[in-house]
C-alpha cells in the first residue's frame, strides 16, 4: 500500500502545487480566453480586423486614434468600454478626454461585427482587437488579444477620468504613480509611451513645453514648432504636430530617438529621458527596436486587461455609444 501512497503523491502533490501556484501568481484573473468567440461568433477577429483596416487604410491617424482610445478607456474604471458611452457629464466630455477622437472607428467595427452575429461580440473586446489591429496596420508588432470583456452599464465620472489618466505636462514621478495605481511597471509606462510613435498632439498640449527657456528641449525643434504655436492661447491651440518628427505614421522606434535628442514634443515624453531612472530603458528601445516591439505588445496585454468586467456581469452593448 505504501507504494500506492507514493504513486498517488507523485501524481497529487505536482498538481496541488500548480493549483496553489497558478491562484498565488495571478490572484484575480480575469476570466478571458483566446477562444472566447470561436463557438458564438467565429468571424469577430476577422469582421474587425477588416474594419480597421478600411479605416485605416483611408486616413493613417485613425490607428492612433484607436490605441489612444484604449488607453483612455482601460485606465478609468477598466477596459470596459466605458468612454465610448455617450451623455454630457461622463467620461468622455472629462477635460482630461479633451481631444480625444475616433470614436467613429470603433462604430464601424461594432456594426460590422453585429450584422454578422447580433448581440455576442462586447464594445470593449472590439476595441481590444481594433488597438492591436491597427498597430499591426502600421507596422507595429502584434500580440495575442484574449476575449470575453463585457461592456459598463455607466460611463464613469469626469472626476475619476481627470484623476486617472496622466497629462503631457506631468513629470516622471506622476506617470509613475499614475501607471503604478493601474498595475502597470515603469518599463509598461516608458514602453507604452512608445505610441506616440504615431499621431498628432495639440498646440495646447505641448505650448508650455516650447516656450520653456529652461527645459531639455533642441533648440531648433523648439523654434520651429513656435512657428505655428503661438505663445499666447487660445490662438492655435488646436494646431497639430507630430508626436514623433520623423515618421508620425509609421510605428517604429523613433520616438525614442527623438528622445535622446531632446525632440520629445510632450514634456511627459522628454521626461522620459531627462537624466533620470528611465533614461536606459529609453536607450534600450533605441539600441533594440525588436525588444521595444515585444515589451509594448506585452504592456499592451497588460494594460487592455485591468479591471475588466466578465461573466454575466456588465452587458454586450448593441451600440457602443449608448447603454443598452
Ligand atoms: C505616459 C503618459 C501619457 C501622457 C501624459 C499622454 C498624453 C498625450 C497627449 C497630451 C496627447 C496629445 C493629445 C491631444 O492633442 O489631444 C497624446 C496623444 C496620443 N497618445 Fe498619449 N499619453 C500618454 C500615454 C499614452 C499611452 C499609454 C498610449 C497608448 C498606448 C498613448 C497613445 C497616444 C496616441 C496614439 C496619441 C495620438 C492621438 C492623435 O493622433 O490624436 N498615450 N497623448
Ligand atoms: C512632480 O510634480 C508634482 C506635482 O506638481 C510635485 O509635487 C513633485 O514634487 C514633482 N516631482 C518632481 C520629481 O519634480
Ligand atoms: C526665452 O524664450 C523666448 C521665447 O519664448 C525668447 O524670446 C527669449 O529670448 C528667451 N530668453 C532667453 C534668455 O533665452
Known amino acids: ?22 491562484n498565488y501568481i495571478m490572484p484575480c484573473e480575469a476570466h478571458l480566453s483566446t477562444t472566447f468567440y470561436d463557438d458564438t461568433c467565429p468571424n469577430a477577429l476577422e469582421t474587425i480586423r477588416s474594419s480597421v483596416s478600411a479605416t485605416v487604410s483611408s486616413n493613417r491617424r485613425m490607428a492612433a486614434l484607436i490605441i489612444r482610445l484604449l488607453f483612455h478607456d482601460c485606465f478609468v474604471q477598466g477596459c470596459d468600454a466605458s468612454l465610448l458611452l455617450d451623455g454630457s457629464a461622463s467620461e468622455k466630455n472629462a477635460a482630461a478626454n479633451n481631444g480625444v477622437i475616433g470614436f467613429e472607428a470603433i462604430d464601424d467595427a461594432k456594426a460590422a461585427v453585429e450584422s454578422v452575429c447580433p448581440g455576442v ?76 510613435t504615431i499621431g498628432q498632439a495639440r498646440c495646447v498640449t505641448f505650448r508650455a513645453r516650447i516656450y520653456d527657456n529652461t527645459s531639455n528641449i533642441d533648440a531648433a525643434f523648439a523654434s520651429n514648432l513656435r512657428s505655428n504655436c503661438p505663445q499666447t492661447a487660445p490662438n492655435g491651440n488646436n494646431n497639430l504636430e507630430p508626436l514623433d518628427l520623423r515618421t508620425p505614421n509609421k510605428f517604429d522606434n523613433h520616438y525614442f530617438k527623438n528622445l535622446v535628442q531632446s525632440k520629445g514634443l510632450l514634456t511627459s515624453d522628454q521626461v522620459l529621458f531627462n537624466g533620470d531612472s528611465t533614461d536606459s530603458i529609453v536607450t534600450e528601445y533605441v539600441d533594440n ?26 452587458t454586450i452593448r448593441t451600440l457602443c455609444r449608448n447603454a443598452n
Open 1 to 22: 500500500m505504501g507504494y500506492d501512497k507514493s504513486i498517488i503523491g507523485s501524481i497529487l502533490v505536482p498538481i496541488l502545487i500548480l493549483l496553489v501556484s497558478t
Open 289 to 314: 527596436p525588436s525588444l521595444f516591439d515585444c515589451d509594448f505588445g506585452a504592456a499592451m496585454v497588460r494594460m487592455s486587461e485591468i479591471d475588466v468586467v466578465t461573466g454575466t456581469s456588465g
Open 121 to 196: 461580440v462586447s464594445c470593449a473586446d472590439i476595441l481590444a482587437v481594433a488597438a492591436r489591429d491597427a498597430s499591426v496596420q502600421v507596422g507595429g508588432p502584434s500580440w495575442t488579444v484574449r476575449l470575453g470583456r463585457r461592456d459598463s452599464l455607466a460611463p464613469a465620472s469626469a472626476t475619476l477620468a481627470n484623476t486617472n489618466l496622466p497629462r503631457g505636462t506631468n513629470n516622471l514621478s506622476q506617470l509613475i504613480d499614475s501607471f503604478d495605481r493601474q498595475g502597470l511597471s515603469v518599463r509598461d509606462m516608458v514602453a507604452l509611451s512608445g505610441s506616440h
